[in-house]
T-cell receptor, first 110, second 113 residues
């Protein structure tokens, strides 16, 4: 069965500090991994996906198949990064099903 | 392009009633997925429709059903409502039916009394 684990419910950092949001997955096949973000009073939106290897808003995420991890990182946190972040695993067995982690609330303090 | 729209945005029902929620995907998108979001269980996949066919189904009872029309608009129905069905129901659309970027709607907040 597919499973996504985000161990931190809340992560608080100071502005300018590095950020790392942890995500571990359980899946026997070749994973399709995503990070979605939800800013206050906005809808859930894609931040990045591993297959595109893009850096969005300064965030990057590297897929580590050995550790089954897809941690989200940013070298210098900004106040506008405060949001709820969800790691999600796509089903490669056909279809467009996403299995979400429980989310991490990132709070960037001044 | 206009984003994913969902109607109604808020709904209050009583136990035992049934409810129908509607989702209009982004123009050109053929895949529509539904998710239930609750504080306790987080985001859980309900089902996905593509070209009017159900492609995937999550672990929800048969009281939860859906359909998709030829214009890709989708509806989901919950019959015999229970208190535990109170949740935010999110619809997401994407171009294709393999793991692809999903564009989410604002959700329908359902409260069951």
């Amino acid at each position: 069965a597919q499973r996504v684990t985000q161990p931190e419910k809340l992560l608080s950092v100071f502005k300018g500090a590095p950020v790392e949001l942890k995500c571990n997955y359980s899946y026997s096949g070749s994973p399709e991994l995503f990070w979605y973000v939800q800013y206050s009073r906005q809808r859930l939106q894609l931040l990045l996906r591993h297959i595109s290897r893009e850096s969005i808003k300064g965030f990057t995420a590297d897929l580590n198949k050995g550790e089954t991890s897809f941690h989200l990182k940013k070298p210098f946190a900004q106040e506008e990064d405060s949001a709820m972040y969800y790691c999600a695993l796509g089903s490669t067995g056909g279809g467009n099903k996403l299995t979400f982690g429980t989310g991490t609330q990132l709070k960037v303090e001044l | 392009k206009a984003g994913v729209t969902q109607t109604p945005r808020y709904l209050i029902k009583t136990r035992g009633q049934q409810v129908t929620l509607s989702c209009s995907p982004i123009s050109g998108h053929r895949s529509v997925s539904w998710y239930q979001q609750t504080p306790g269980q987080g985001l859980q996949f309900l089902f996905e429709y593509f070209s009017e066919t159900q492609r995937n189904k999550g672990n929800f009872p048969g009281r939860f059903s859906g359909r998709q029309f030829s214009n890709s608009r989708s509806e989901m129905n919950v019959s015999t409502l229970e208190l535990g069905d109170s949740a935010l129901y999110l619809c997401a659309s994407s171009l294709e039916t393999f793991p692809d970027t999903q564009y989410f709607g604002p959700g329908t907040r359902l409260t069951v009394l």
